[in-house]
């Protein structure tokens, strides 16, 4: 059995360095293998972790870099030409993340309910990323991949699919609407991998494969094992923790290595819809 890999960068934003992409994407690049970057569409620059939240230490942690010191503004992608340049190139597939990443009432983006502003965010993200990449994002990724019931129906309505942290451990049924139930159970028990659809909009679950803060060794034997038993797997990486880190970034192409040789293929969001969808 082919597995097909979903490679998914996430936290890409107006901040960000696109020789940094470049570096820590070099091999899939050079070899025009697929990667989907979760971009942030106008990062808020003050973002503040939780009280007690393990990257809270980490200073390079872009999405909140300026945890101190960060100014209460917001910054749009539509200002990084490198970036949108490097993106709009023929590996990458810009995936829309959350709008800000900004926590709102002491929730994660899309953890809020009120609908209206849950849906201004994503109609407003959409439409800065189709005028900085020339489309619309055809898939949504919220910030923590954290969803209240509210944002998950506004991402159906606007959205081809979206992803969900593996359900056992952060009790994601609680906030599926219950209109998924049904596709939910039916592909838990008949199939063995981890996705579903309901009506034509994909729900890919994350099973724990965050590269963060340095995990790669325990990532790749995780994904070597996910590897030999499902088709799809999905792995999120974070550009920001290699910053710096030359020991790191050797770990990280090894991983990529061990990847691009096995039986795997990696691919879009968009070629995966197609794929599953027929
Ligand atoms: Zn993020």
């Given at each position: 059995m082919r597995?097909?890999?979903?490679?998914?960068?996430?936290?890409a934003n107006a901040t960000t360095r696109s020789e940094d992409i470049e570096r820590v994407y070099e091999p899939l690049i050079k070899l025009k293998i697929p990667v989907n970057v979760a971009v942030?569409?106008?990062v808020y620059c003050a973002n503040k972790l939780p009280e007690g939240h393990p990257l809270l230490s980490k200073q390079k942690y872009y999405p909140y870099i300026q945890a101190s010191e960060?100014?209460?503004?917001?910054l749009s992608v539509n200002g990084a030409k490198k970036l949108i340049s490097l993106f709009n190139g023929e590996n990458f597939e810009v995936l829309q993340h959350g709008y800000s990443h900004e926590r709102i009432h002491n929730c994660f983006e899309f953890g809020i309910?009120?609908?209206q502003e849950l849906e201004s965010r994503v109609l407003k993200g959409k439409h800065i990323l189709e005028v900085s990449f020339g489309k619309k994002p055809r898939f949504f990724v919220a910030p923590?991949?954290?969803?209240?019931?509210?944002?998950?129906k506004v991402?159906?309505?606007?959205?081809?699919?979206?992803?969900?942290?593996?359900?056992s451990r952060r009790s994601f049924l609680h906030d599926l609407p219950v209109g998924f139930f049904p596709s939910y159970f039916i592909q838990k028990t008949m199939g063995k991998d981890f996705y579903f659809f309901k009506d034509n909009f994909m729900v890919l679950e994350t099973r724990?494969?965050?590269?963060?803060?340095?995990?790669?060794?325990?990532?790749?034997?995780?994904?070597?094992?996910?590897?030999?038993?499902?088709?799809?797997?999905?792995?999120?990486?974070?550009?920001w923790q290699y910053s710096l880190d030359e020991d790191l970034i050797k770990s990280w192409f090894n991983f990529l290595d061990s990847l691009i040789k096995c039986n795997?293929?990696?691919?879009?969001?968009?070629?995966?819809?197609e794929k599953l969808g027929t």
């Open positions: 597995t097909y890999i979903v490679l998914r960068e996430d936290d942030i569409p106008s960060g100014e209460d503004k917001y309910k009120d609908t923590h991949e954290y969803f209240s019931k509210e944002a998950f991402a159906t309505k606007n959205f081809a699919g979206t992803f969900v942290p593996l359900v724990g494969l965050y590269l963060l803060n340095g995990n790669i060794n325990d990532c790749m034997k995780l994904a070597q094992r996910l590897i030999q038993r499902f088709k799809i797997v999905v792995i999120v990486n974070h550009y795997c293929r990696f691919i879009s969001c968009t070629d995966l819809y």
